[in-house]
């Protein structure tokens, strides 16, 4: 059985796990000195267009933390939405690796951040009391599976360099993001003004590990002493970057974060007529985000299916992966139909 509580539930995806395999021979220098990383840092400049400097950590709570600790004194804030992972899941992470600089949450429909919003925060105080806004973190695809487009992303960052801000993009999802938005990835990130990218790989496909991308090469100054001292600098590091490899020819990252956004939709469509299912956000990525009546939910637990409620009065988040089957979608959508009648 399938479950949509989360992309990590998923597997690793072949071309990930192929590489990983292909990467287990003889001996290579440690601590990230070897071919494989050489060889992805590359194809990820190649991917941006632009020489960027890249790194790999174990997951998102780190690759988020210790980019957004690069940007930070202790005594700056950044500015999220009040729905962002860095706010609401990661444990206080940012602000232990900064050493204390504060989160500042911002409302926005759908997930999203406005230029409205941020400049309100911005604007809001500017005495030595209040710590001093230095950064505003994007999440691409947002919390609530809704997107930013690359004009929305330039209109926050102008703002945000207007006002000496940097621009952190969290993209655990970006593979959906630009499979759906169907952009070059330049387009949604330095070229809008995305200062550092957290390019999310676990949920598109990889057995573990985020690549942190610096788009401004001087902001990465000391990050990979930041990556050592906070545990996150692979001795095997060949290891975590050979699966990037993988997943990066032939454009499979993106071939799979297609199918997820297909299968989100083949959800989304499904549940549209259905009686008492409402779905609560536009499906841009590979989430969908519900209203179901709590007899359906308890039905559906009791099925044993699995997904989170944690958004809303009996909303349900249906994530879709890289191997989620058409079936699976379809026998979730029969269940909920069932228990709805
Ligand atoms: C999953 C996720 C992360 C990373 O979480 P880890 O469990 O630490 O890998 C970061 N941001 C968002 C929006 C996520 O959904």
């Known amino acids: 059985m399938q479950h949509f509580a989360s992309d990590n539930y998923a597997g690793v995806c072949p071309e990930a796990l192929q590489a990983l395999l292909a990467a287990n021979v003889g001996h290579a220098p440690a601590y990230g000195d070897d071919d494989w990383t050489r060889r992805v840092s590359d194809r990820l400049r190649e991917l941006f267009a632009t020489d960027c400097d890249v790194y790999f950590v174990f997951n998102g709570t780190a690759a988020n933390s210790l980019a957004l600790a690069s940007l930070c004194q202790s005594y700056h804030s950044v500015i999220c939405h009040e729905l962002a992972h860095v706010e609401t899941d990661e444990c206080g992470g940012p602000e232990f690796f900064s050493n204390g600089s504060k989160l500042l949450p911002a409302s926005g429909a759908g997930g999203k951040l406005t230029p409205q919003a941020v400049g309100e925060v911005i604007g809001r105080r500017s005495d030595i009391h209040f710590p001093k806004p230095r950064v505003v973190t994007l999440t691409q695809a947002t919390e609530c599976g809704t997107l930013y487009r690359p004009a929305e992303v330039a209109a926050i960052a102008e703002l945000a360099h207007a006002h000496g801000l940097r621009v952190h993009m969290d993209g655990a999802r ?168």
């Not at 359906?296 to 879709?320: D, Q």
């Not at 979608?329 to 069932?338: N, Q, Y």
Request: with cysteine.
């Open 174 to 341: 970006f593979a959906n993001a630009v499979a759906s938005l169907g952009v070059a990835p330049a387009e949604i990130t330095w070229r809008a003004g995305v200062d550092v990218l957290c390019f999310g790989g676990t949920k598109m496909g990889l057995p573990v590990g985020e690549a942190v991308v610096f788009f401004d090469r001087r902001l990465s100054e000391d990050f990979a002493w930041r990556c050592k001292q906070a545990g996150q600098l692979a001795s095997k590091m060949r290891f975590l970057a050979a699966p990037w490899l993988g997943v990066l020819e032939d454009e499979a990252w993106l071939r799979h974060a297609r199918h997820a956004n297909a299968m989100a939709q083949r959800l989304a469509t499904g549940l549209a007529s259905i009686p008492g299912a409402q779905l609560l956000f536009p499906v841009e990525a590979n989430g969908v985000f519900a209203n179901l009546p709590e007899t359906v939910l308890a039905g559906l637990r009791e099925r044993g299916w699995r997904f989170y409620t944690f958004i809303g009065a009996g909303g349900a988040r249906f994530m879709c992966g890289w191997d989620t089957q058409p079936a699976s979608v379809d026998a979730l959508l029969a269940d909920i139909r069932g228990l709805s009648a």
